[in-house]
T-cell receptor
Framework: RKEVEQDPGPFNVPEGATVAFNCTYSNSASQSFFWYRQDCRKEPKLLMSVYSSGNEDGRFTAQLNRASQYISLLIRDSKLSDSATYLCVVNGGDTGRRALTFGSGTRLQVQP | NAGVTQTPKFRVLKTGQSMTLLCAQDMNHEYMYWYRQDPGMGLRLIHYSVGEGTTAKGEVPDGYNVSRLKKQNFLLGLESAAPSQTSVYFC?????????????????FGPGTRLLVL
């Protein structure tokens, strides 16, 4: 089982739609969680951190469910510029292990 | 402030050749990482460094070596390239801290190096 699992998509949605991605993680000791965005042939960039209480940044809302070990990202009023791959990222949780574990990504295509 | 830069951007190698990928960051970050990204696999950690002069193995270290002689630079070496090492290589640097008892970390990525091994 992969440590971080995501539906690869693609999610094809019209402009203005609301779309949600989920991600599950296997390490219950994971401490911190993130969503990164990666445009085609570009480097990943941090979109937002995910806090236990849930957090919102403009049209983007992230939620964490520790009991079920999943993270979600909701995008409202989709724009063409939101088309990208969204990576779910989890901190390893082990004191002896550095770095983050990345999911394979969910591809979003927003259509006019 | 250039952030994280990588050299070269693209390279073609023949099987058995060697090369070094250079990563540089000007943010004074302690931690640096090398990842490879393959279709359907996501980013996989090759090696990382928690400070100048220190390195450690990641998830897929075989066939690669690294060095961190200066804080701002992290080098990835391929001694004898193989077709299986055809990939996109990303370097990242980060700072971290704790908040509410949980550790958080923000990684900044370089633009990537596309490597083709024939």
């Amino acid at each position: 089982r992969k440590e971080v699992e995501q539906d690869p998509g693609p999610f094809n949605v019209p402009e203005g739609a609301t779309v949600a991605f989920n991600c599950t993680y296997s390490n219950s000791a994971s401490q911190s969680f993130f969503w990164y965005r990666q445009d085609c042939r570009k480097e990943p960039k941090l979109l937002m951190s995910v806090y236990s209480s849930g957090n919102e940044d403009g049209r983007f809302t992230a939620q964490l469910n520790r009991a079920s070990q999943y993270i979600s990202l909701l995008i409202r009023d989709s724009k063409l510029s939101d088309s990208a791959t969204y990576l779910c990222v989890v901190n390893g949780g082990d004191t002896g292990r550095r770095a983050l574990t990345f999911g394979s990504g969910t591809r979003l295509q927003v259509q006019p | 402030n250039a952030g994280v830069t990588q050299t070269p951007k693209f390279r073609v190698l023949k099987t058995g050749q060697s090369m070094t990928l250079l990563c540089a960051q000007d943010m004074n970050h302690e931690y640096m990482y090398w990842y490879r990204q393959d279709p359907g696999m996501g980013l996989r950690l090759i090696h990382y460094s928690v400070g100048e002069g220190t390195t450690a193995k990641g998830e897929v270290p075989d066939g690669y070596n690294v060095s961190r002689l200066k804080k701002q630079n992290f080098l990835l070496g391929l001694e004898s390239a193989a077709p299986s090492q055809t990939s996109v290589y990303f370097c990242a640097s980060s700072y971290s801290g704790t908040s509410g008892g949980a550790r958080w970390e923000t990684q900044y990525f370089g633009p990537g190096t596309r490597l083709l091994v024939l």
